[in-house]
């Protein structure tokens, strides 16, 4: 086990505590192999660094290409040289190790940064409304902590990321890291550091949990398989880490909920659970008996009215956050009257340009105008996120106005916002449209359907221009599709 902390393993923390806790004492046969997405990121992550670099003007030491005691030495030296700026280096103290993409001059000290593929500070379109990453925080943290303690750190200036957007975004590590919790950014930073030395010391082991971040860690399959067998409450949908942790005194399983009294739990509108309210504890006991009783059926909490327009479309995009771009359009155009007929429609972006990205929006929009009457069906907000963006991006191409009609609750559903999420419950662990289509029995063509699996496909495609790649991309993007109108028509059938 290594002695030291480096700012990836506080990265990793604040993801997942049990990720760390295994990466340091878990047997590495039960690790699943590195996916090719994430390798991908790595490589885009590597390559973005280079093309930053490489369009600074000001001239930079680099000491990338350096052992690690040497780069160490190197960084130290440059430092009482007072370079400007130090691209690769390495500082440690005797039990921190960071190594800041740049480490640049301000006043008489030294302020880190990291260069990012992805944006500085979380979206807008995010529940977290554009605040600064955590995650990112806590690794400007570490590189702070070690620079405070050689002596070298500059005050009044700020650690920072240099984002995909060109941004240079400051991280204030004085920054409270919510509206409801006050607690600032080095707070985080100084709590995870102790959870962390406490894993290395065996002094905590954190349990494993159920979330989105699982789908591409290498201990997913060996977790997985441990959920279960604990019947951890983070297999309830939308239970999350810190509400599992909140409730585990009290109730530790799925079936401990399922048969929980709640008398001694609810007060009113209030339970014994902070930030846990009676309305939200009995959505998760029920959710919590459909997972425990064996051959429990979906259900609808609320009458449900959806079009019966002749026309459906079936709506998906596809799109590569690192190049910030989307690549795919599709539809799948079901007639019912009938029934056994539907067709395919992709508009597919063959380059990462903002010419073949606009040509492709251009078609999609276009194909919808051809239509005369229909009912567009699609599957949470990112859609329509999308073409908003795309909208801004090419407003030759469609007005704001038509976006937003074509939108409009008239004449488009959301099938996850509007309908499961809000008037439907299923005897399984998540509600993505992957988990309830495959509950119904469809399957994807591809064993290992995914969106970050199309998004390594792409960039594969774009290099190799291999025509098996490129359908491949079409293959599952009409899957996702076919898998929206398998679900409406069991919601249908949830409604008669």
Known sequence: MQNTVTAAILYNYVQCPR??????????????????????????GNAFEHETMG????????????KLREKEQQTLRMMRLG????YGGRIRTDTLVGEPDL??????GYVAGDIKSGAGIESPDDESGGKLKLHYAVQLALYTDILGQLGSLTRNHFPFIWDAHGQEIDYDLDTSISKRDNRSLWNLYEECLDAVNGIKRREQEPLAAFCSVCKLCHWRSHCRAQLKQDDDLTLIPELGRAKRDAIYPHRKTV????????TGIVHGKKTIFPRISAKTIRRFQARAGLLARPGSQPYLKEPITLSDADIELFFDVETDPMRDC????????HNRLKPDEETYHAFFADQPTEQQERNAFDQAINFLRSLDAYVIYYYSHYERTTLRKLQKRFPDVASEEE??????PSVAVDLYTDVVRKKTEWPTNDYSIKTLATYLGFKWRDKEPSGAASIEWYHRWVETQDSRLRQRILDYNEDDCIAMRVLLDALRGMAK
């Open 19 to 44: 990720r760390v806790q295994l990466d340091f004492l878990g047997p590495p046969s039960k690790k699943n192999r590195v996916s090719a997405f994430v390798r991908l990121l790595w490589e885009r």
């Open 55 to 66: 369009k600074l003007d000001e001239p930079f030491a680099d000491l990338r290409s350096l």
């Open 83 to 86: 370079e400007k700026i130090i």
């Open 103 to 108: 480490l640049v001059r301000k006043g008489s």
């Open 255 to 262: 079936h401990d909920l399922a048969q929980a009294d709640l």
């Open 326 to 333: 989307c690549y795919l359009h599709g539809f799948i155009e």
């Open 403 to 408: 976006i937003e009609n074509l939108f409009s």
